[in-house]
């Protein structure tokens, strides 16, 4: 695989119906490329977990990925409300989700420590009232 | 005593001989459900089973349940077959009777996640899994 592919998704504020679209979807163009079960799983699921923050605090945003070699860059972008302490944010079990998202799984306060777990390296770009960009690399 | 945390428990085949004479490894969902009276919902019930996760925190299922895993859980929306794709599982199990639409049914088909259900709770699901596993 020689050249760099680059898919891009949109992801919608509050359709918790269609998140994870976006996820199922790249796993699917990684499994076709023939990347290592562990890999695309770690890249799914910090896809995933990525998808969900857009979708519960962010007003939706866009999701894309840029495969080669021997990296998958997954790029989650949004101007929802920005994250006021990413340390907080970081911890294990911190979470501002709604009732709603609670109602439906989420809100563990698993999501930015999972995406961590998963990736080679993590770039968290946030400003309070201007938006939040994640950069995940994941080595292949 | 055993003792399981049901917000978070896993279990994990240790590959030994089953007392029926068949390896850990080549278990199926479909093999379990006919030993353990589980209904199959849908899908194939084909993949092996190597263990267990229980958990309806799906951040968490999705870090700690594990390839072959069966996932017992009472989440019953698309984002549950969501994280069961992500992570690979074996299937889902829904303990204890509860009812999944036919539309989260489809979407299990169209992504091709079996999905199975039992009578019982979520512990003796678990308990009796280990017990066809050779773990207990």
Redesign the interface.
């Known amino acids: 695989m020689a050249e760099v592919i680059r898919h891009t998704w949109q992801v919608l504020a509050d359709d918790?119906?269609t998140?994870?679209?976006a996820?199922?979807s790249l796993?699917k163009v990684l499994k076709q490329l023939g990347f290592a079960?562990d890999i695309i799983?770690r890249v799914?699921?910090a896809m995933?977990?990525g998808e969900?923050n857009m979708v519960i605090h962010a007003n939706g945003g866009t999701a894309s990925a840029e495969i080669s070699e021997d990296r998958i860059t997954i790029t989650l972008a949004d101007s929802g409300p920005g994250i006021p302490d990413v340390g907080l944010a970081m911890k294990e079990g911190y979470s501002t989700a709604s009732d709603r998202a609670r109602s439906?799984?989420?809100?563990?306060?698993?999501?930015l420590p999972?995406i961590k777990?998963c990736s080679d390296d993590l770039k968290i770009e946030t400003e309070v009232g201007v938006g939040t960009t994640l950069t995940i690399t994941i080595l292949a | 005593m055993l003792k399981l945390r049901l917000d978070e428990a896993r279990l994990t085949g240790s590959g030994g001989e089953r007392a029926a004479g068949k390896r850990v490894s080549e278990m199926t969902v479909k093999d379990l459900c006919g030993r353990l009276g589980w209904n199959l919902i849908c899908g194939s019930g084909e993949k092996e089973v190597s263990g267990c996760y229980i958990g309806?925190?799906?951040?968490?299922v999705?870090?700690n349940c594990g390839?072959s895993d069966i996932w017992i859980?009472v989440?019953t929306?698309?984002?549950?077959i969501?994280?069961a794709?992500?992570?690979?599982a074996a299937a889902v199990l829904l303990p204890e009777g509860i009812h999944v639409s036919e539309e989260v049914i489809r979407w299990a088909e169209q992504?091709d996640v079996t999905l199975a259900g039992c009578g019982t709770s979520a512990f003796s699901a678990a308990v009796s899994l280990a017990g066809e596993l050779g773990m207990i």
């Open positions: 918790y119906s998140a994870g679209e996820s199922a796993k079960a799983r799914s699921i995933y977990e969900i439906l799984g989420f809100g563990a306060g698993m999501g999972n777990r | 309806d925190l799906l951040s968490r999705m870090g390839e859980t989440q929306s698309r984002n549950m969501a994280v794709v992500l992570a690979d992504e």
